[in-house]
């Protein structure tokens, strides 16, 4: 704990830190020829505990919170099973984390199990999860049976007592095989594209999932024709989380002090991973095309450089490409920069994220949330999150990024709104809680007391 | 000529009881790559997608006034660049139906119409394809009930934009009238005739589902001042 806050201030501190510099903020300053290096934090902060129910209802109003209660009364005492391959990391534990709890305090008692494997279990399912999403891949009979193995031994190890199990993901997913000993009623989450796998790879896994008595895909373009029940359950974020909670002021004009951002100027901000599939340097030239016409600071702000050299090599070429431009901050942030990422965020004027690839797009979610208008590409989960020039805007090239730039930063009363549809579209569709009412109607269903 | 004090006083007959939906969605089978497509899908597709993509779409929407219609006529227009029949579409207005099968019919020839006016767009590849999906809904029971004017105004205020649109706009579904729950109780029950045909007039379309909400307080809390 001391660790972090000699690393990252706390939020009055920086709150503090703001006051001492607001006489100088508002006044004409030059900016400062070399930033100072930002003061980054070398140690995770321990884990906020996990909001309860009520804590949601200043976000969503008490009515939508009474409708959680009166959809969990019949599965209320019901035993729920959840199952994946990793406790901490991903976007499925961090859900599962929040989730779990949640469910719990409705008493629809809900218990989470990880599967053990060795390295070549884990190398196999990464290598599955690769392949699913389009990647070149041979299966190998080695393959196979290093999959059926591992998931053997678990399946001996586990119980199956309950009467809903969810499977998350392809790595556990043959402990199917368990269902013909047990009464529970069995679904399988898959949080990951399925529009173009290997076929290989997907032969090998339909014969499981299609004895599942229901499947879950996060968007209707990534799911498979399968012969059982699909259903749709968005991916979500948590509004009370580090990254999405409401920030004091302070602590916002505090980080920005602390990352040399000047906010008293057009701040326009892409959060993610340097990664080629998330294009940063087309969004540096869009940035390049746009600054001819209006002044603005561009933060690329993300993680990912520190232990993958390809990440790495990307954030070395966006340097290479920035040269000495002092309106482009690049932030490789560390995993547990959750608070300084929504600070950012929330500092923002404008959003982008200019994917070539993307799974749902959650840093989109985060961007709306905060009421931020958000210009992103039209791919993967985006364009359920963005309807075109209703609750954001999307784009197909870097031309088109950099002239939605100019327009958006010259037309504020227009990006003001898609902001707020934004930001209502995610309250509707896109909230923990919007999740633990997708789970509560369907334990409903597939226990048949709906 | 009732007075507002009149109105004030008036106990309904029966209470209101505020209800609302869960959904929870599905994805069919159903996928359409062109216009020829949607056209063969919108014949065979299950009652609940065609519910799902024309009044239950208006709900996940509820909060833009600024041109969101129906998913079909959004698909048109933003995936297959079809304005023409987008156009078509968007000006399609669910309250005009009180079954499936008779918006059902209406799609397929708004959408058969303009294929036989632009035959080259038959074929035309989308963008991304149209996947129909449906909802399993759940009727919630809340704990807000009227028994006067007075109490719906409450309730109206405390209840949650599910609920308005499971009362105001999927009623005429359920009831198969060109009607809604508010407008019959209020005429049925409280006498509030003048009332109830002026909230049946409110454009759902150019508001969001909060102003909609706005509008009946308003319209209702006018004979009482």
Redo the contacts between chains.
């Keep these: 704990m001391e660790e972090r806050r000699s690393a990252v201030q706390s939020q009055k501190e920086l709150g503090d830190q703001r006051s001492e510099v607001a006489g100088v903020a508002d006044a004409a300053v030059p900016r400062p020829k070399e930033r100072r290096a930002p003061r980054i934090s070398e140690t995770p902060p321990p884990p906020a505990p996990p909001p309860l129910l009520q804590d949601y209802a200043p976000i969503i ?4 919170l ?2 959680l209660y ?2 969990s009364t019949s599965v209320r005492g019901k035993n729920i099973k959840m199952v994946n391959s990793t406790a901490v990391g991903g976007g499925v534990a961090e859900m599962l984390n929040r989730l779990v709890p949640l469910l719990d305090e409705l008493e629809v008692h809900t218990r989470w199990e990880v599967i053990t494997g060795g390295n070549d279990f884990f190398e196999v399912t990464k290598s599955f999860h690769n392949a699913l999403h389009g990647a070149e891949y041979t299966l190998t009979q080695a393959a196979k049976d290093v999959f059926l193995q591992h998931n053997e031994l678990n399946r001996q190890r586990m119980t199956f007592d309950e009467d809903v199990v969810v499977i998350h993901d392809p790595q556990p997913a043959g402990l199917i095989a368990s269902k013909k000993d047990h009464n529970a009623r069995w679904t399988w989450r898959c949080h990951i594209d399925l529009s173009n796998p290997n076929p290989d790879v997907w032969d090998f896994l339909k014969p499981f999932v299609e004895q599942y008595d229901a499947t879950i ?1 996060s968007s ?2 990534f ?1 498979r ?1 399968l012969p059982v ?4 359950f968005y991916p979500c974020i948590d509004p009370l989380s580090e990254k999405n909670k409401e920030l004091e002021q302070a602590y916002i004009q505090g980080v920005c002090d602390n990352f040399g951002i000047d906010c008293s100027r057009p701040v326009v901000t892409q959060i993610s991973r340097f990664d080629r599939l998330k294009d940063p340097l087309g969004v540096v030239q869009a940035y390049k095309m746009a600054k001819r016409y209006v002044d603005f600071q561009l933060v690329l702000a993300g993680g990912g450089a520190a232990d993958d050299p390809e990440g790495n090599a990307v954030l070395q070429e966006v340097k290479e490409v920035v040269g000495d431009d002092p309106d482009v901050i690049i932030l490789n942030l560390p995993p547990w920069s959750a608070l300084e990422i929504n600070a950012i965020q929330r500092a923002s004027t404008l959003v982008v994220q200019k994917s070539l690839r993307e799974g749902f797009g959650l840093t989109v979610t985060e961007a709306l949330w905060k009421g931020k208008p958000t210009i992103a590409s ?1 791919v993967g989960g985006i ?1 359920t999150q963005i ?2 020039r ?2 954001g805007v999307l784009v197909h090239s870097v031309e088109g990024c950099a002239y939605q730039i100019r327009y958006l930063l010259t037309h504020p009363e227009f990006a003001q ?1 898609l902001g ?2 934004g930001r ?2 995610v309250k ?2 896109f909230l923990m809680t919007t999740n633990v ?2 789970w509560l ?2 334990f ?2 597939l226990l048949g007391v ?1 | 000529m009732s007075t507002s004090s009149d109105i004030v006083t008036r106990t309904a007959k029966s209470p209101f009881e505020f209800k ?1 939906a ?6 069919e ?1 159903e ?1 359409s790559r062109t216009l020829g497509e949607l056209l063969r899908d919108l014949h065979t597709c299950p009652d609940s997608s065609i519910f799902q993509h024309t009044f239950r779409t208006l709900q ?5 006034k ?3 219609s129906n998913d079909f006529a ?1 698909w048109a227009y ?1 995936e297959v660049g079809a304005v023409g029949l987008g156009e078509r579409l968007v000006s399609l207005d669910v309250r005009e139906f009180t079954n499936i099968a008779d918006l059902r019919a209406r799609l397929e020839n708004i959408v058969s119409d303009f294929l036989s006016q632009n035959p080259r767009s038959r074929d035309q590849e989308a ?3 149209f ?1 129909f ?1 449906s909802a ?1 809904t ?1 009727v ?4 807000i009930a009227a028994h006067s004017v007075q109490e719906f105004i409450d309730g109206l205020r ?3 934009v ?2 308005i649109h499971y009362h105001f706009i999927e009623a005429r579904l359920r009831r198969e009238l060109e009607t809604n729950d508010f407008s019959i109780w209020l005429r049925r029950d409280l006498g509030m005739g003048g009332v109830a045909t002026r909230l049946n007039q409110i454009d759902i379309y150019t508001s969001t589902a909060e102003g909609v909400r706005k509008q009946i307080l308003r319209i209702l809390e006018g004979p009482l001042n």
């Design positions: 109003g008490k009515s939508q009474d409708e009166f959809l895909f209707p373009s799911a024709r029940p699909q259903y749709l039209a364009p309807i075109d209703l609750t709104q707020r549809n209502e579209h509707e569709n009412r997708r109607l369907l409903r269903i709906n | 609302s869960a959904n929870l969605l599905r994805i089978r996928q996940e929407h509820h909060f833009i600024e041109g969101f959004h933003t963008v991304n394809p996947y999906c399993d759940v919630l029971p809340t704990e405390k209840v949650s599910h609920s």
